[in-house]
């Protein structure tokens, strides 16, 4: 399994309610930490995140990709997509616990 970490989702998607916003940073995220040489497709929802996750998975030659998110408390637009990315595992922490399914 890959794990890949992202430190700072938060400062760059603090408020950010637009789907269309967060799953580009997501992407955006994924392929500056894995994929710095390749240009970052274009994605406006969950599921178009979970398109690319084959690419991806075959990149890193592995079977599962977990997101490794590191900020203040996620909020429920953030909450809401995160659920949506099922079958990518998303760790959260935070300074406060997080109530399941997170």
Not at 22 to 33: G, H, M, R, W
Request: include cysteine.
């Amino acid at each position: 399994m890959y794990i890949f970490g992202a430190l700072g989702y938060f400062s760059l998607l603090q408020g950010e309610t637009n789907i269309a916003g967060i799953a580009q940073e997501f992407c955006n995220q994924i392929y500056a930490v894995v994929f710095p040489k390749e240009m970052v497709p274009f994605v406006s929802d969950a599921p178009g995140l979970k398109h690319i996750l084959p690419h991806l998975l075959k990149k890193l030659q592995c079977q599962q990709l977990t997101l490794v998110i590191k900020g203040d408390d996620p909020y429920p637009e953030l909450t809401k997509f995160c659920l949506q990315l099922k079958p990518i595992r998303i760790a959260w922490v935070t300074n406060e616990p997080i109530k399941p399914p997170l």
